[in-house]
């Protein structure tokens, strides 16, 4: 049986390998780029314009701030208890064309003491979770220069 590949939100990334990309919208009136995407009106506080269209983010960006996640989430978020808890790595991107900071998960393998503030990552794609039917997708960070 072949596992369906399914991204965890749809419309947020697009793509695979080189081509791969978070997708956001930008405000045709202001040029407000937004991530997550927005669909329904800008959301620049200054801006009373609703015109919106899709855009493809930078595939690279700098570190900008980064941690560890050693626990399974405290109430009020849901987890499985019956799922293994796995430790990750969790990077807030800067995206210095769009003027924006996005945070992800690192690619596997990468820990706290593989980063540094300003070091040059870029998304690719990645596997949150595998079921007995289902491959769930999203973005990762991983340091240029590394290959999985």
């Known amino acids: 049986m ?68 050693q626990y399974r989430p405290p109430s009020p978020y849901v987890t499985d208890p019956e799922l293994p808890w796995e430790p990750c790595t969790l990077i807030a991107v800067e995206l210095e064309a769009e003027r924006m900071v996005v945070l992800g998960q690192a690619v596997p393998g990468v820990t706290v003491g593989d980063l540094a503030v300003g070091m040059e990552v870029e998304v690719v794609p990645g596997v949150l979770h595998e079921d007995a039917e289902t491959i769930w997708t999203t973005w990762q960070w991983r340091p240029t220069g590394v290959t999985e």
Do not use: K, M, Q
Request: charged residues 25%; contains cysteine; neutral net charge.
């Open 2 to 69: 072949s596992l369906t590949h399914t991204p965890v939100v749809e419309g947020w990334f697009a793509g695979d390998g080189d081509d791969f990309r978070l997708l956001g919208t930008r405000c045709r009136a202001c040029a407000s780029v937004f991530f997550p995407r927005e669909d329904n009106h800008c959301r620049n506080p200054g801006c009373t314009g609703g015109a919106l269209e899709a855009v493809p983010l930078s595939r690279r960006g700098r570190i900008w701030s980064y941690t560890d996640s």
